[in-house]
Each structure stands twice: as structure tokens, then as C-alpha cells.
């Protein structure tokens, strides 16, 4: 079975191999059409099984084709935030905004992605600086390892601000007992898939190698088209932060609109 099998846009299967990804893992075959068809899903799989990809490539799709769509996914840390950031780049490149189209048909076609640890989005919401009330899809990206970082409550929290109609894509490497009263909260009647252990380390073995970031080298007329079109506005200083936006406007800046890093929030929206 190929990525052609699972329902994705040619847009992203041809990002997806241009990666060299030519055979889907097992969780990514389970996974993916079931998200494509707006499925609750929980996922309990180990690690180094493709699960990140298993759930981008899907979203990517439903951005290209849905408008509006609100997403959140919540991670145990900053640093699988941009990970997870880098990869919805990499892979949406060839989903990039057509510039036939005018002003309001693109704000109405652009995606919200929020990606942050619980502890993160509480500090932004409590200072407005993110809504979260409108979002459709919720992934949390393996919640015993929230619960291992004491996010676990964050989580709650925040599940109580979100509204109660959405799809909701939990992923975990072990089913926990601790976790299960939250998961209650989230998941009602999910399709429940699990990964066996000896697919562990899956995407080495299939040659899923860690996709890297592309040159930010452009045209002059390029630089010039984006600095008419875009003008930078950012609420909080973070060079970090920044630089990572920045990787976003070499895809038409399309996902996610909200980029969140360490402890700061770059609003690229319009930038």
C-alpha cells in the first residue's frame, strides 16, 4: 500500500515524496483515512512510528480543502512544538495560496493552527492572546507524556474551553490509568487503533528519514512581492520564534497562523 491508497491530496503526496517517503508506515495506513473521513480517533502506538505524519498529512489536506478550519494540537514541550511546526512547512509546500484569488477569498480559505504545551496556551489565552473557541479538530500529541511533564491538568483546563463538537485525535505510547479520566473528557466513542511494539523505530526501516528545512533563498522579485504584501507583526520579541515564522512565508505563509515557541507567542497572521 502506497500514500496514493490512503485518500491524500496529490499536492501532498508529491511534497511527501519529494522527502524520498515512498511506502507509508503501519500507523500512517491506519491512521490517516480514518482522520480524512472526521473520525475520533485514539491512537496508542511506540516511538519512532510516524505517528507525527500520521496526523499532518491528513490536516494539511483538510486545510487545502476545508475553509476556515481551527486546529490545536497540544505537545508535552516547546521543542516537539517546532518540530511538529516544521514538518506542517515541509509538507504543505505545494498547497501555497493561489495569488489569482483576492483579499477575502484568501482570508476566508487560511487556516489557524495553534501548536503549544497546555501550560503554554493557558499563559496566552489568560492574556487574550489566542481564541480558542472556535476550533475544529483537537490533536493531542501523546498525552502520557503530558502527563509525565504535569501538564496533564493544563490539559483539562483547556478541554473546558473548547467547544464539545470537533474531531478529536488523541495519540499515547502505553494506555495509563492516570490518564484515562481525561480521555474520558476528550474521547467518546473514538475508533481505537494500536500499534505493536516491534514497529518501533518504523520510519528508519522504511527509510522515513527526518525531513529538514528548505533554503530561504529567493528571487528579488520574490523578496519584493512579500514585503509588499506582508507586513511584520509581531506582540512579543523571540528571535527563536522569528526565525521560525520567517521559514513559513517561503510556503505563501499559509500554516499555521500561530506560531508558538518557547515562552512566546508570533502572531504571523499577517506577517
Do not use: W
Not at 41 to 48: D, K, L, N, Q, Y
Not at 134 to 145: A, K, P, Q, W
Not at 245 to 254: D, E, T, Y
Amino acid at each position: 500500500m502506497g500514500f496514493k491508497d490512503l485518500g491524500l491530496n496529490e499536492k501532498t503526496i508529491q511534497a511527501i515524496e519529494d522527502l524520498g517517503y515512498e511506502e507509508p508506515t503501519t500507523v500512517q495506513k491506519d491512521v490517516i483515512p480514518s482522520i480524512l473521513e472526521g473520525k475520533d480517533i485514539f491512537t496508542i502506538a511506540p516511538a519512532a512510528c510516524g505517528k507525527t505524519c500520521a496526523y499532518i498529512f491528513p490536516l494539511i489536506d483538510i486545510i487545502s480543502q476545508k475553509a476556515g478550519q481551527n486546529i490545536l494540537i497540544l505537545t508535552a514541550d516547546s521543542k516537539e512544538s517546532v518540530n511538529i511546526s516544521d514538518k506542517f512547512a515541509i509538507f504543505n509546500k505545494y498547497h501555497e495560496i493561489n495569488e489569482n484569488k483576492n483579499e477575502d477569498e484568501e482570508d476566508a480559505k487560511e487556516a489557524n493552527v495553534i501548536i503549544a504545551s497546555p501550560s503554554l496556551l493557558l499563559e496566552n489565552i489568560a492574556e487574550n492572546s489566542v481564541d480558542i473557541s472556535n476550533i475544529n479538530i483537537l490533536v493531542v500529541d501523546d498525552i502520557n507524556l503530558i502527563k509525565k511533564k504535569r501538564e496533564l491538568i493544563n490539559l483539562e483546563k483547556i478541554l473546558e474551553l473548547l467547544p464539545v463538537d470537533k474531531q478529536n485525535i488523541v495519540f499515547t505510547t502505553r494506555r495509563s490509568k492516570e490518564t484515562q479520566d481525561t480521555l474520558d473528557k476528550i474521547l467518546k466513542t473514538p475508533a481505537e487503533i494500536k500499534i505493536d511494539k516491534n514497529k518501533e523505530s518504523e520510519v528508519t526501516e522504511i527509510n522515513q528519514n527526518e525531513p529538514t528545512m528548505p533554503s530561504l533563498k529567493t528571487t528579488e522579485k520574490q523578496t519584493k512581492e512579500r514585503k509588499n504584501r506582508y507586513q511584520t507583526r509581531v506582540q512579543r520579541q523571540d528571535k527563536k520564534a522569528l526565525d521560525l515564522a520567517k521559514r513559513h512565508k517561503i510556503f505563501g505563509n499559509k500554516t499555521p497562523d500561530f506560531l508558538l515557541a518557547d515562552t512566546q507567542l508570533v502572531d504571523i497572521a499577517d506577517s
